[in-house]
């Protein structure tokens, strides 16, 4: 079979969604802490944070905060300029990358 093969780690926390990035070498992975769990925690712990890693070197990037429960659903728009997010708080949330994402370079 023909795609990427790659493993990110145990992380700490149900991932939920993931969605790659159409102009970088980016995968984005969302989740968080339990839904049966949420409304017994501070949001802090929750850990509802959109997490980027590199899809060559396996390694986070990057997190981007604010939702207030699990993030449910990730995507890049098309042109890799914006990508939405879906949480169980109710919200979806549309993010623009500013000028340092693009001029972002990984150094190895």
């Known amino acids: 079979s ?3 093969n790659a493993e990110y780690g145990k992380t700490d926390r149900p991932v939920n969604s ?3 990035s159409p102009i970088k070498h980016h995968i984005l992975l969302g989740g968080g802490q339990e839904a049966m769990e949420v409304t017994t925690s501070h ?5 509802f944070e959109a997490r980027f890693f590199h899809l060559i ?3 986070e990037i990057g997190r981007v905060k604010g939702h207030f429960g699990p ?7 098309p042109n ?6 879906g949480a169980e708080d109710g919200y ?9 994402y693009y001029d972002f370079e990984y150094d190895f």
């Open 92 to 100: 979806v949330r549309i993010h623009d990358f500013d000028q340092s």
């Open 43 to 47: 949001t802090k712990s929750g850990k």
């Open 2 to 4: 023909s795609g990427i």
């Open 71 to 77: 993030i449910n659903t990730l995507a890049f728009h």
């Open 80 to 85: 890799g300029k914006q990508y939405s997010s």
């Open 57 to 59: 070197f396996e390694e």
């Open 18 to 20: 993931a969605a790659v």
